[in-house]
């Protein structure tokens, strides 16, 4: 049982570095195990930049509760916060027999510093996990809607124009078809938003590295991949990253009942979308049975947080970050999946110790 924190708000750090460094001193604290992956780019202000891992219990455990956050870098203020929070808060303290803990914090540690989605290779890491010797699946909406999408100039006009060609896409496909074109990932365009790549990433190698050393002796899996983004301001959606007769579905319907939203069914915010993390964690752990959620933070309103994401993408491809305009974008950006509020931190963080204790209390009872 977790102790209650009395200021879940100054958990969340205002900068990778800072978060970075808190999540080890949090994790020295509690006892675990340190682990950290140099990532080969610098940050904005020339700093360096690292994966760490924190490992708690059994080395050799065959159950393993597993949570990584900054899939998308700018979503790790969030991520980064809740599993500082769950290290002080004293959650895994008294683990359960043969289980253990690994906290991954900022995956995407390049994301995280440089307030984007993706990664130094303007790849979304949470697309890149397909199988690059075969062909990439094709987004058809996206090749149509490419140059609305990704413009090569930002202006209010040209957002007009653009808003135009996109409800007339939702107007005669619908509007779940017209998100989808946008966000369910694409392979052709590498200066766009939401490409896969076209190789494993530095994150995916890394993911798949660190989690290689306990292959042979998991065998289960409780995985929570944090996000925000989509929702209902401060709601911690839980997506199922499983799709329809998958055991996997059944098994995160009996820990989280209904609140467990699916991809295909169009209970979640979300859209089915194409190579995700866990892919990486059954193809690294083959024996385990995993149990993975997305828990899914909302900030702003949809369309608000699309365009930051747009925009983001073009002031690195085509803008400059040091101009008025680059500075206001990265401020969209940061607020699109960072809300500075004390009462959004207080939900996130309040849900996020409730869903690691269901998690906990289903791996350890299945």
Avoid at 129 to 143: E, K, S, W
Avoid at 177 to 188: D, F, N, P, S, T
Wanted: charged share 25%; with cysteine.
């Amino acid at each position: 049982m977790a102790v209650k924190i009395s200021s879940p708000a100054a958990l969340f750090p205002c900068s990778f570095a800072e978060g970075r460094q808190r999540f080890r001193d949090a994790a020295g604290a509690a006892g675990a195990v340190l682990g950290s992956h140099a990532n080969p780019e610098k940050g904005p202000d020339g700093e360096a930049l690292s994966t760490e891992t924190a490992w708690l219990g059994p080395k050799d455990a065959s159950r393993l509760f597993f949570a990584q956050s900054g899939t998308h870098g700018a979503e790790g203020f969030c991520g980064s916060g809740i599993e500082t929070g769950w290290l002080q808060s004293g959650i895994f303290k008294q683990l359960p027999p043969d289980t253990a803990v690994l906290l991954v914090h900022a995956i995407n540690p390049y994301g995280f510093a440089w307030v984007r989605r993706v990664n130094e290779d303007n790849i979304d890491l949470n697309r890149n996990f397909i199988d690059h010797a075969q062909p990439a699946p094709d987004n058809p909406g996206y090749r149509e809607l490419r140059n609305a999408i990704c413009p090569a100039e930002w202006t209010p006009e040209g957002e007009r124009r653009n808003r135009e060609r996109f409800d007339a896409y939702a107007g005669e496909h619908g509007a779940w078809a017209l998100q989808a074109a946008i966000v369910q990932g694409q392979y052709i365009d590498d200066e766009g938003v939401f490409y896969g790549g076209s190789e494993a990433s530095w994150s995916n190698r890394t993911m798949r590295r660190l989690l290689q050393p306990y292959s042979d002796t998991v065998r289960k899996v409780a995985f929570i991949d944090l996000h925000t983004g989509l929702g209902p301001y401060g709601y911690g959606e839980i997506i199922c990253n499983h799709l329809g007769a998958d055991p996997g579905t059944a098994r995160v319907r009996d820990w989280f009942g209904a609140e467990a939203t699916l991809t295909d069914d169009g209970t979640s915010t979300s859209t089915l979308v194409t190579g995700d993390t866990q892919i990486g964690l059954t193809e690294t752990i083959p024996q385990a049975e995993v149990t993975g959620v997305t828990l899914e933070y909302g900030t702003l309103p949809l369309e608000d947080m699309l365009l930051a994401v747009r925009a983001d993408n073009w002031v690195h491809i085509h803008g400059d970050l040091e101009s008025k305009k680059g500075r206001e974008i990265k401020s969209q950006i940061r607020a699109a999946f960072y809300q500075e509020k004390d009462d959004w931190k207080t939900m996130v963080f309040d849900r996020a110790v409730d869903v690691a204790e269901r998690a906990m209390k289903g791996l350890t009872q299945s």
